[in-house]
């Protein structure tokens, strides 16, 4: 019986499970424009990117802060490194009679051992800048514009893939309303064939006004089915936009709206010139080419390193190893064959670049505002003319 009890919960539990999972989405604009800033796959790899220019930051910080470093290295030579030496002959020595002449054999010295043929090497090294030209600090600079041009193009990522989700919602509401339409002009194509039938079984009306009913019921049924297409296309759409599964249920609220009055235009060019997130990302990346400038003119200046090493290991050095020094490195390119300057033009080039992108973005701009509060005019002025008049059908996005 206990086992009947057990079986039965885990069936209610696995039921409730499923229907919490079919349980139908509900949308609105402000839930489509958070799913679309959260869930969007551009925005989460402009988020990434910008993960990696912060650690970019951290990585030009390192340089700094100097380094140390660890080194072990074991050599074996070929063979024992030692000094030969001659041996040296003393010339007979002649003593008086009775001793006479005295010879001394040569004398050999043995080879003095320089370095034995197993050499281990435990080194222990310090490195600290300290004079580069600024090029850390102009470096530390680059990196942080690279930082503030990303964080913008996350804005932009979320801001296109808001705009994108809005426009496939509003379509969809679109495609809704226009099914709606559909299925009531067929209830009413099929409530005047149902009267035409009557009145022709009443001798009011020929069989030609019901032949031209039904003829009309028909195309109005393909109409219903055309856009109730439409709509689950749209739908598919948004769930796509959205990255939802295909067969999750979803409920639209909200309905089309118009904006009560026309924006001044002056006003919204400032705030858009002011606020794109687009412009932002290419002022940074302006400011990032500059300061990339100056870094490398900062490497034609002297570079300045304090160094320091000791060696761990100390029992098997050959004689010529210090154990331990301290010292100052110093360099500076007299002859490069014209890389830097190379580098530098390079540089300057993206300055430029970056200059011509962003006037180009701005104008772009105002462009699509100025297009679209035209756009706005002419459907009001459309909708303000009076009954009778003809005007064009509405076309949306």
């Not at 069936?11 to 999972?21: E, G, H």
């Not at 600079?141 to 193009?153: E, M, N, P, S």
């Not at 007299?334 to 300057?341: S, Y």
């Not at 430029?352 to 459907?379: H, N």
Request: hydrophobic share 40%; proline share 4%; glycine share 6%.
């Amino acid at each position: 019986m206990s086992r009947v009890i057990c079986l039965a919960l885990l069936l209610a539990l696995i039921a409730s499970c499923v229907s919490a999972d079919q349980a139908p989405v509900t949308l609105d604009l402000q839930s489509v424009a958070k799913m679309a800033g959260e869930r969007s796959l551009s925005v989460l790899s402009a988020k990434s990117d910008a993960l990696s220019a912060r650690q970019a930051v951290r990585e030009v910080r390192g340089y700094q802060q100097g380094s140390i470093q660890l080194k072990a290295e074991y050599l074996y030579l070929d063979d024992i490194i030692s000094t030969e030496t001659p041996a040296i002959t003393i010339p007979g020595i002649t003593l008086p009679a009775p001793i006479g002449t005295i010879s001394l054999p040569a004398i050999s010295i043995p080879p003095v051992e320089l370095a034995p043929r197993d050499l281990i090497h435990v080194k222990l090294q310090a490195g600290y800048p300290l004079y580069t030209g600024g090029k850390i600090s102009y470096g530390i600079g680059q990196a942080k514009h690279g930082v503030a041009a990303r964080d913008a193009l996350v804005d932009d990522s979320v801001a296109a893939s808001v705009e994108q989700c809005v426009d496939l919602y509003i379509g969809a509401i679109l495609a809704r309303e226009v099914a709606q339409v559909n299925r009531e002009a067929l209830n009413a194509y099929e409530e005047h064939l149902d009267q035409a039938r009557k009145a022709m079984s009443a001798g009011v009306v020929a069989e030609y006004d019901v032949v031209r009913a039904e003829s009309a019921v028909k195309d109005q049924e393909k109409r219903v089915t055309d856009a109730q297409n439409q709509f689950d296309l749209a739908m598919l759409a948004l769930r796509t936009g959205l990255r939802m599964p295909d067969d999750q249920q979803v409920e639209l609220q909200g309905a089309l709206f118009e904006i009560e009055h026309n924006p001044d235009r002056e006003s919204v060019l400032r705030q858009a010139s002011d606020t794109n997130s687009a412009l932002r990302a290419l002022e940074q990346k302006r400011l990032a080419a500059e300061a990339g400038r100056r870094v490398e003119q900062a490497s034609g200046k002297p570079q300045v390193l304090l160094i320091a090493q000791t060696e761990l290991a100390r029992g098997n050095l050959s004689q010529t190893d210090p154990k331990w020094f301290v010292g100052v490195d110093a360099s500076f390119d007299l002859f490069d064959g014209g890389v830097r300057n190379a580098r530098i033009a390079q540089r300057e080039s993206d300055v430029t670049r970056a200059e011509l992108e962003r006037e180009e973005v701005a104008d772009q701009i105002k462009l699509g505002i100025r297009s679209a509060l035209l756009d706005m005019e002419s459907a009001r002025s459309g909708r303000s003319r009076p009954r009778g008049t003809r005007r064009s059908s509405p076309v949306t996005r």
